[in-house]
Nanobody, 119 residues
Framework: QVQLVESGGGLVQPGGSVRLSCTVSGIIFSLNAVGWYRQAPGKQRELVAL???????NYADSVKGRFTISRDNAKKMVNLQMNSLKPEDTAVYYC?????????????WGQGTQVTVSS
């Protein structure tokens, strides 16, 4: 069974850094576009960063220049390096990916990981 599993969240001080990882478990043929989303309390889930299979990326304006998304296809992993964190970055972060497996092309969500930016 295919699952996306996030890791790396936690409590970090303003101005600090944290690295999130999204790892795909299970047998897959390919990992296509993967996005990191976040949802703060009382707010809608929003796309933070996206990386396509070819490596091209997109970022929300609020994180440009601070966050970097990258992928390691051999490890079936997508990372989100988050620098210069602000309290408004506090949210549950989710990865979402298009996976091609024996079931065909499917979209999966991870369970989320909490990032809290506070002094």
């Amino acid at each position: 069974q295919v699952q996306l599993v996030e890791s790396g969240g936690g409590l970090v001080q303003p101005g600090g850094s944290v690295r999130l990882s999204c790892t795909v478990s299970g047998i897959i043929f390919s990992l296509n576009a993967v996005g990191w989303y976040r949802q703060a309390p009382g707010k809608q889930r929003e796309l933070v960063a996206l990386i396509r299979s070819g490596g091209s990326t997109n970022y929300a304006d609020s994180v440009k220049g601070r966050f970097t998304i990258s992928r390691d296809n051999a490890k079936k992993m997508v990372n989100l390096q988050m620098n210069s964190l602000k309290p408004e970055d506090t949210a549950v972060y989710y990865c979402n990916g298009d996976v091609f497996n024996i079931m065909g092309l499917r979209n999966y969500w991870g369970q989320g990981t909490q990032v809290t930016v506070s002094s």
